[in-house]
Structures are given as C-alpha cells and as structure tokens.
C-alpha cells in the first residue's frame, strides 16, 4: 500500500516531520490543488482559511474533500467572532491589517464543511494539538478565545 500524504497549508516556512508543510508558492488554496484525488489521509490548515474570500474558502474546502481518502481528516483551524467577545474585539479580529478576508463563526464553518462534502456527524470540535503553534504569537488565553478548532472526516 502507498503512503497517503500528510499536507499543512499555510506552514510560513516551518517543517513537520512526516508532513509535506506548504506554503502559497507551493499550494495556493485558491486554485485546484495539485494532488490527485484520494492521495491524502490528513489535511490541516491553521489561520490561513479566513485569508481568502468566501468563494475561494468553500473552493478549498471542495478540493480538501477530494484530496482525503475514506476515513481521511481534515484540521481547519479559524479565528471565530461572536457574542462572547467584546466589540473591540470583534472589530479587531475582522480589521483587513491582518489580511482577514472573512470572518467566521463555529455554524458557519460547519456549514461550508458540509456544504463541501463532510457530513455533519463527522465534524467535531478539537483541542489544541501539538501541530498548533498559533497561541505562541497571540498568547493562550487570546487563542483558546478566538480560535475554532474543528476536525472534518471524509465518509465516503
């Protein structure tokens, strides 16, 4: 049996081990990716969904759904806004000088994940695993506030 491939978009630069870790000279989640289909048993994206418009984000999310094989994960890490957060806030996490293009909440993700293939059952919530690295430059309490973690499974 082949080896599937483990692929991070949006990894600025750093290495994975056992991961092929991207960034947008190498995979711009914007257009078709280059992997063929079912070549992937694990995806993940931190922080980079939320830097493209909503047309291009639910394209990707299309193309992560191709990519997996049966039983295969997607990661999708997303800063959130919502009414546990404080105006200020808000408007701070949405502001174009973090090159947000969007902005999302926790439903809204779920419903482009479903809308992209993954069946609503099999997207769950996730804790911060040891791949996340995001809390190192906005602090653990800003991160655990404003940050989505959901796991999308593809069932075929």
């Known amino acids: 049996m082949t080896q599937k491939l483990k692929i991070e978009f949006g ?7 056992g991961w092929l870790c991207t960034d947008i000279s190498q995979a711009d989640i914007c257009k078709p990716l280059p992997w063929p289909n079912e070549s992937c048993e694990a995806l993940y994206a931190s922080h980079v969904f939320e830097h493209v418009s909503s047309p291009h984000a639910i394209h990707f ?13 997607l990661r999708l890490i997303v800063p959130i806004v919502g009414s546990h957060m404080t105006r200020a ?5 949405v502001d174009a000088t973090h ?7 926790e439903q809204l993700l779920r419903t482009m994940l479903f809308a992209a293939g993954f069946y ?3 997207i769950q919530r996730t804790d911060r695993q040891e ?6 430059a906005i602090g653990e309490e ?4 404003e940050s989505c973690r959901l796991m999308a499974t593809k069932i075929v």
Do not use: A
């Open 11 to 17: 990894s600025n630069g750093r290495n994975v081990p």
């Open 61 to 73: 999310l299309q193309e992560c759904h191709r990519l997996l094989i049966n039983g295969g994960t």
């Open 89 to 93: 806030e808000i408007v701070e996490l």
């Open 99 to 105: 090159g947000h293009m969007c902005g999302y909440n």
């Open 120 to 122: 609503p059952h099999k």
């Open 131 to 136: 791949m996340d690295i995001h809390h190192h």
């Open 142 to 145: 800003r991160d655990y506030k």
